[in-house]
């Protein structure tokens, strides 16, 4: 059999060769399985039909699933730097650009060649005598930006926002509105986060919702298309940096800046003023010096720290304000779990080949090749610094390492979710509960592969009527959050101490030092404690005493996950809109033990709640109090409206009507005759008041009630099997609850914990600073702080944000 010539052989393969559109995402920095680079040591292979990229180890697996043969094959070899070479004096005040400083990085230099598989026949680039369409394809891949660039910076001038046209002349409308700091509902459903305050009218209303599902119900975006009120501003995010705050202009489709903030936000009662201060107060002196006193614990700044390199220790890249991420990816591929799944289960090969066409937008294969990535070891070797040639010394350097950038990732983790699309920072709890979310439904249908219910479990509520029958009702959450009751502090001594000390330096006009700072100490287990407390439920509907009345609700575990992730709520609003975080240490052991938590269930001889009788037309059901209509009348509205009113608040007063009534004047239903109770179209109020005080939302409620029958126990079935369902947890802080009347498929065992992994935030907002990871690992504390990774020397375990917890068996 005749040698084919390279040249010929490149030309009988020029259907598989593709000139880049302007629109085509090139991919040429990155492995779009590894994390290789063009400075790997076998270089970078870009396919010239599909402009996807591949390491020397994954491009033959391209070839075997797609056929194609053409490959750009790009090389950045380090450029050898003279000894003697002589320092350029900087002319510019600049980093790492043309006349300024020199910021030591090495200069590469970039080759090219054409290479066809399976053989890898290697032909040079550029070079005249390659097919022109080889040569228009080969220069357009090399002058292209790159999609992992181009992605990055359009992130990047995301968040550049321009000053909105409206905010000039907002027009704002006197009615008496008043927001409180904290509390906040939607106007039109049981929503209790992601809510927006339209700055014309004061109307507070949930936010779009999500392609999946998720976010809120397009209440706000609703209220605009209805009555043309252009700006609102996002509640949580107002803060004394008023540009910071996330104000949305609905008619220019984007996040805007308001000039005038300040003024638009006083016109509804917040007030900013007395935080404009030209000097720092005490308070505000002592702030600086517990946050300065943060970053040097939790990141452990002075201490020498000998840096760890080796499977499973390796360091994530900082995208620009990305540390949230890496912190919680490097404690959840800690989990056996995942790394199960991800990495000992599951090679990048097989997850390629199950992947789309392009394995970029792919969940499960970015996951594999970041499992890959931190656990392989192949990325985490030592590097010295001004190791340019074999005769630096490496004993007398600090070694680092350089990580792996999560782009892919972070691209595919984020495509559903705008503010992680962002580059700027973010919740960790967020950010965990939305990963666990869309890990769930990547495995949907393979609930047996589906790590994320390693952290999985089930919360029973029990609630006490005041006629003393029960209810119960079982949900399902991935994380506990717990409340700090810092009254329970165990150094209450040393804080007296403290608070004189601090009263009398005040006297005398001087500050008190970091040193001198007393924070309370409050234990882990006064946290637990307080969770399983009893708490009021006001307003509960009795089906015992057909009547709104005051009820106990406690809850308990129905089953302990592998992984109990426990998270602190440090953050809290103080009067006058004043975000404050909690400055606390919890006294956190290495083990515990929460088997007294679990939920004992229906106890023998307790009476349920009965189910609610349909009411008919010669029921006793409540009517308007006249008195209570005509004075809502009298102040110009509808009649109708306010005997529904009246009784949607059984008659308790005209201040409570007329709140019901603001609140529902956009109701679908809200012209509808009153009815007399028994048309199918409407379902036992009572029966909704129970699922809402599970945590479900009144419009899933009814939904569900009207599917079931009215049967409680088939409704809550009923919401877990339609994901259309959007279910709203009772704790607006804590994660995305869903309901379930049983445990099936849930993992379970004894309620014993060891502590390994705790990810720590530092700063004054969890939207800004920076968050690191300590993670228990071969029977010694590591730090993971973006690319370092060392072994702790005094691990911050009274300073987490997030705990994590395994279970220990037997």
Known sequence: MMEVEPMDLLRSNLSRVRIPEPTNRIFKHECCLSFDTPKSEGGLYIDMFTFLAFGKDCVGWNFEKTGNPVYLHVKKTKKLVPEDRPTKKPTRLAIGVEGGFDNNEPEYEETHSIVILPNYISLPFPSVEL????????????????????EQVAAWTADKKTVSTYAMNLQQLDNGVVIPPSGWKCAKCDKTDNLWLNLTDGMILCGRRNWDGSGGNNHAVEHYNETGYPLAVKLGTITADLEAADVYSYPEDNSVLDPHLAQHLAFFGIDFSSLQKTEMTTAERELDHNTNFDWNRIQESGEEKEPIFGPGYTGLVNLGNSC??????????????????YYINQSLKKAFETAPADPTVDLNMQLTKLAHGLLSGKYS??????????SIDATTKTPKQEGIPPRMFKSVIAASHPEFSSMRQQDALEFFLHFLDQVERSNAGKAELDPAKCFKFGIEDRILCSSGKVAYNKRQDYILSLNIPLHEATNKEEMELFRKLKAEKLSEGKDVSAEEIVRPRVPLEACL???????????????????KTTALKTAGFTSFPDYLVLHMRKFVMEEGWVPKKLDVYIDVPDIIDINHMRSKGHHPGEELLPDAEPIDEDSNQPSANEDIVAQLVSMGFNQLHCQKAAINTLNAGVEEAMNWLLSHMDDPDIDSPISKGNSSDNVDQSKVDILISFGFEDHVARKALKASG??????????????????????????????????????????????????????????????VAHILKEGRWVIFNDTKVAVSVNPPKDMGYLYFFERIDG
């Open 324 to 341: 949230y991420l890496a912190a919680t990816m490097q404690v959840v591929f800690t989990t056996r779990s995942f790394c199960s799944r």
């Open 710 to 771: 009215e049967d409680i126990e088939k409704a809550t079935e009923w919401i877990f099997s339609n994901p259309d369902a959007s279910v709203s947890s009772m704790d607006a802080s804590a994660s995305n609850t869903t309901s379930a009347s049983n445990d099936i498929g849930l993992s379970d065992g004894g309620g014993k914990y060891r502590l390994i992994g705790i990810v720590s935030h530092m700063g004054t907002s969890t939207h800004c600073g920076h968050y």
């Open 529 to 547: 404690r307080n969770f399983s407390a009893p708490e009021e439920i006001h307003d509960f509907y009795s089906t015992a005493l057909k009547a």
């Open 131 to 150: 097919p022109e369409k080889v040569r228009l394809a080969a220069d357009a891949i090399v002058l292209a930006e790159g999609a992992e660039r181009k």
């Open 381 to 390: 070797m030592p590097v010295y610094e001004n190791d340019d040639n074999s």
